[in-house]
């Protein structure tokens, strides 16, 4: 039941952010039950929200909440406990902003090609860092990857590796200037 409710409010939601993408929420681990002839006493649902400034953190936490509040009016049996176990805010930035710039240079002078900015509903530590930092905070987001990442088979080529070392170097010697 509380699932459903949630999604009833959530699970359509196509609410874009231009810079930062599609927001995003999945119901990612549903564990009950012992056996396959008997109603669970009890379950546990875990989520995942990916959210972007025009869906915000307490929205889907004000939506969960409502929902459960709704449930345990209509019965008593119905009893919740909810644990966040991360709230981070989504990480917006300004592509202009001199950081970028130079990480962009030097990527370019290192590896003769250009860094692609992009931005998507993800969260990194950077979130963390940026609390209380005013909006034009100089900040970048990058490394070495490719499209193997957070898969079972994650790697980068050697040289990619490396290139990436001499990168940062670089970026925090100009940074430091």
Excluded: C, W
Aim: glycine letters at 6%; charged letters at 25%; hydrophobic letters at 35%.
């Amino acid at each position: 039941m509380l699932v459903t409710l949630i999604n009833q409010e959530i699970g359509d939601t196509e609410i874009v952010d231009p810079e930062t993408g599609k927001f995003l929420f999945n119901f990612t681990v549903i564990q009950g039950g012992t056996q396959v002839n008997s109603i669970p006493g009890t379950t546990e649902v875990q989520l995942n929200s990916r959210t972007i400034d025009d869906f915000s953190n307490e929205k889907v936490i004000n939506i969960i909440e409502n929902a459960i509040k709704q449930l345990e009016k209509t019965d008593p049996k119905y009893q919740f406990d909810m644990e966040i176990l991360m709230n981070l805010p989504p990480v917006d930035g300004d592509k202009n902003n001199s950081l970028i710039k130079l990480g962009q240079k030097i990527v370019e002078a290192v590896t003769d090609q250009k860094i692609p900015l992009f931005g998507g509903s993800y969260t990194t530590d950077a979130a963390k860092f940026l609390v209380d930092k005013p909006d034009d905070f100089p900040m970048i987001i990058f490394g070495p990857g490719n499209q193997s990442l957070h898969s079972s088979n994650e790697y980068i080529d050697e040289s990619m590796y490396f290139n990436f070392i001499e990168i940062y170097k670089q970026l925090m010697i100009e940074g430091l200037k």
